[in-house]
């Protein structure tokens, strides 16, 4: 569950605290945070500064709120996220997005680190998310009764939006990547998965596997916000590699990209923007 109130405070505080009124805004996954040294004129907000946030535990996210220009693009970029499997609920993952939403956000990209379950896939590469698969039974809007956010029951057809596909393919392209479009499984964590979830998964569908996202993808959905997902393939998921999953190999992937990856979403941005 989400707290409307809480949220709503958040907000207030934040657009108190700055003139600045950005419309798109970007969350940072695992070792992808580096992104916000590209924008200009930025004012940082710690979370546990913000009435309302908590503190993020996953030693590979600063947890801290950007709000300036990237590409001449004025965007809010949080640094950091909330996983359920740090001891959160659905409702605290999901929690930052409705805060945006309440603070003008009508764009989102949100980006994580992923294993790779498509065999065609490679370690570093950037996959445009097209859908995704959630089989644990929570869901960051349970006990919302009054669905304060938006529609009680809505569409997730288009929860990662066409349109923004499209422009994300476009710019892939104008760099020099070919795109893939890919469906991302959410598993809770905080243990990798095993092989044999894997194989369900691949049968499923799933090309790529993770541990968040999916929360704050329902909530922008429920808000109305049209939402672009990019995944970089930091690892080959469990089985489809000779070597153990790391934390390591993650942060080693992540870094070894950064540079690709910041051109991409930097382009992304101007397009909508």
Known sequence: MVDYERSKQSAEYILNATAKRPETAIILGSGLGGL???????????YTSIPGFM???????????????????????????????????MGDAAFPVAVLAQMGIRK???????????????????????????????????????????????????????????????????????????VYAWMPGPQYETPAEIRALAVLGADVVGMSTVPEVIMAAQCGIQT???????????????TKLTDEEVIETANRVKNQFAALVCRIVERIG
């Open 108 to 182: 989102l990209i949100v980006t994580n680190a992923a294993g790779g379950i498509n065999p065609d896939y490679y370690q570093g590469e950037l996959v445009i998310l097209k859908d995704h698969i959630k089989f644990f039974s929570d869901s960051p809007l349970r006990g919302n009764v009054d669905a304060p956010f938006g529609p009680k029951f809505f569409d997730m057809s288009d929860a990662y939006s066409g349109e923004l596909r499209e422009i994300a393919k476009e710019c892939s392209r104008e760099l020099g990547m070919e795109p893939h479009e890919g």
């Open 228 to 242: 672009l997902g990019i995944s970089c393939v930091t690892n080959m998921a469990a089985g489809l590699s000779k």
């Open 36 to 46: 916000v040294q590209e924008m200009e004129e930025a004012e940082r907000f710690e």
């Open 55 to 89: 503190k993020s535990t996953n030693e590979m996210h600063e947890g801290a709120l950007y709000i300036g220009k990237l590409n001449g693009v004025m965007i809010a970029a949080l640094a950091g996220r909330y996983h359920y499997y740090e001891g959160y609920s």
